[in-house]
């Protein structure tokens, strides 16, 4: 069984906020914002890790691998170890200017990758979260002709690794698909609760803890001699023209905060009178 | 002349409200429109459909479609989208599943959870939310074909405008990928409350609650009698105290009601993005330097689990007293 996770470097989630817009609006300025993996990106981390190995013995399922690729600077590098340090075998990255990408373009890329690597899986976080498009795997399962599921909240194993059962996340409830390899997948935050993957391998008696592993020193120590091989996204052969294009980017109207009321006879008395909402 | 498609989202025969925030996108683009409608049994939808001043109304009513599965509609979607400037399908779940297979089958390009559309010498520019709506994008699509999703919060749901649109019957394309990916259920949370990307009231409850009882026992009573749609921060669902679907924020819904109370969030980034466009936020929290007090019209310092129930009698109060 062999899983690819595409893996994108972002500017810290948490601190979205503090972003800024460079001159005349023409580009969005991170500077210092961390740059961190995406973190759905690092719940298919995790996801993957969790159908590749036996969750008790924490011990790898023999010729299994797991491949992560980035698209960006020479320091998205930085992000492929960290990924590395969780137990990831291997990591490619294509070496582009983030703002010379878009998601129709990286599908495209990534399809040509999947022909290269010829994983069984590709797993994918949702959506990044600075871009907010949840596109990517859409497209690549449409481009490979390959069954998918987005917003996996539960991934069931087959014992024979010949199909997947994906719960997905919908609005009003929860649908499962069974897929058959080679398939792709995007999950959603739900995927790292402590039973949400299922390999036939791992005791049904274990329990994750929940979210993403943490790394002790000496995996990442480990991670610093696991290949990261750089080529040049134009090695992929692929075009690398742009079917989006971005005018200008604009902070949002801020909002103004309003005052603070002593007690809950005073709110809803406000909410009454002055804002007209109860 | 260039023309619109929407693709209409129909659930067990029954059209969806997030269809009428594709028709108000298209209005507001000024363009005509057509709409697209795939399922099984979905003529009642289709009728509903032709009132809303659309061109024509395409029905692809097939077994096929029972239930969606985005490898067996996209092919149909792509075949009638043939020969349209823009296909548009509102970004509810179904809308971002569907809409980026759509784009690839055509390979069109594609703006996800646009929140508005202008449009000059017959060229398109949108309005795309990035960085959890932190940043406020205008873009184009450089494709002959172009797919958007459009933001429900955004595009407030369209009243029908009389008339009556012409009927077609779209053709339905065999999936290729229909061996491959098969529906096995749908287990449905059945909910007598409004939905939340619809409410007029949202009451939203984070990790503070503590549990499910929390939500149960604390929030729920309160939701009810104001007649609300529940939410829930993502700290409260990675919590596992409600299910993901209820999350407010960046990677869940985005709502903009007329009421938006939080009780217990303390207003990460990513909850914000999710309804910092409510008319009138509440917050109710007990730690007075949370963030969310900076964005909130009326802000109760104090411990949910006594003002809470408090806020429930005084509305049930209110409500009796008529």
Redesign the interface.
């Known amino acids: 069984m062999k899983i690819l996770v595409p893996l994108k470097r972002t500017a810290d989630p948490d601190n979205a906020n503090k972003i800024k817009i460079g001159a005349g609006g023409a580009k969005i300025e991170t500077t210092g914002l961390e740059p961190k993996a995406n973190p759905f990106d690092e719940y298919a981390v995790e996801a993957s890790l969790r159908l590749l190995e036996n969750g008790q013995t924490k011990v790898r399922i023999a010729g299994d691998k797991l491949t992560i690729a980035s698209f960006g600077p020479k320091e998205a590098a930085t992000n492929i170890r960290q990924a590395l340090a969780m137990g990831a075998d291997d990591g490619l990255l294509f070496l582009s200017d983030d703002n010379a990408l878009d998601g129709d373009l990286i599908a495209r890329a990534l399809a040509k990758v999947v022909e290269q690597q010829m994983p069984d899986l590709v797993v994918l976080g949702k959506q990044a979260v600075d871009g907010d498009s949840n596109q990517v795997g859409q497209i690549l399962a449409e481009l490979l002709q390959w069954p998918s599921a987005t917003f996996a909240m539960s991934m069931e194993l087959s014992a024979d690794k010949k199909t997947v059962i994906v719960g997905r996340e919908v609005d009003g409830g929860v649908i499962k698909l069974r897929l058959t390899l080679p398939a792709v997948i995007t999950v959603d935050l739900r995927i790292v609760a402590p039973k949400s993957v299922v390999n036939h391998v791992t005791p049904a008696t274990f329990t994750y803890p929940d979210g993403a592993r943490f790394t002790p020193l000496p995996m990442i120590i480990k991670a610093k001699s696991k290949p990261i091989v750089e080529a040049s996204l134009a090695s992929l052969g692929v075009d690398t023209a742009l079917k989006s294009k971005y005018l200008s980017f604009a902070l949002p109207p801020a909002r103004k905060g309003g005052v603070k009321v002593k007690d809950v006879a005073e709110l809803v008395q406000k909410l009454r009178t002055e804002a007209k909402v109860l | 002349m260039s023309k619109i498609l929407i693709v209409a989202e129909v659930?067990a025969g029954k059209l969806k409200r997030t269809t009428h925030s594709s028709i108000t996108f298209a209005r507001s683009a000024g363009l005509p429109f057509d709409v697209l409608v795939v399922g099984q049994h979905v003529g009642t939808a289709a009728e509903e459909l032709r009132g809303f001043g659309a061109g024509v109304v395409k029905v692809a009513d097939d077994a096929a479609f029972a239930?969606?599965?985005?490898?067996v509609y996209?092919p149909t979607v792509a075949e009638a989208a043939k020969g349209y400037v823009v296909v548009v399908v509102t970004a509810?779940?179904?809308g971002?599943?569907l809409?980026?297979?759509v784009?690839?089958?055509l390979g069109?390009?594609?703006?996800?959870?646009v929140a508005g559309v202008e449009v000059a010498g017959g060229v398109l520019?949108y309005k795309r939310?990035?960085?959890?709506?932190?940043?406020?994008?205008?873009?184009?699509?450089?494709?002959e074909t172009q797919v958007v999703s459009a933001r429900q919060s955004e595009f407030e749901a369209a009243a029908p405008s009389g008339g009556l649109s012409a009927l077609e019957t779209a053709s339905t394309v065999a999936a290729?990928?229909a061996?491959?990916?098969?529906?096995?259920?749908?287990?449905?949370?059945k909910s007598a409350r409004p939905?939340l990307a619809e409410a007029k009231?949202v009451v939203s409850g984070g990790r503070s609650l503590k549990s499910v009882e929390g939500f149960k026992t604390v929030l729920e009573p309160l939701v009810d009698v104001m007649g609300a749609a529940m939410g829930a921060s993502?700290a409260a669902?990675?919590a596992?105290y409600v299910?993901?679907?209820l999350?407010v924020g960046?990677?869940g819904k985005v709502v903009a009601p007329?009421?938006y109370v939080a009780v217990g969030i303390s207003g990460?980034?990513?909850h914000i993005a999710g309804m910092?466009n409510s008319?009138?936020?509440?917050a109710i929290n007990k730690d007075?330097e949370a963030p969310i007090?900076?964005?909130?019209?009326?802000?109760?310092?104090?411990d949910l689990f006594k003002?809470v129930p408090?806020?429930t009698e005084?509305?049930k109060k209110?409500r009796a007293e008529g």
Request: proline share 4%.
């Open positions: 659930a239930n969606y599965v985005g490898e996209a509810s779940s179904f971002k599943d809409a980026p297979r784009a690839a089958r069109a390009g594609f703006a996800s959870d520019t939310p990035m960085y959890a709506g932190n940043a406020i994008a205008m873009m184009q699509i450089t494709s290729p990928l061996g491959r990916v098969e529906f096995l259920s749908f287990d449905e949370v939905e009231v993502r669902v990675d596992g299910p993901n679907d999350q960046q990677t007329k009421l990460a980034i990513q910092k008319k009138v936020i509440v007075a007090f900076q964005l909130a019209d009326y802000g109760l310092v104090g003002a408090e806020l005084a509305v209110i």
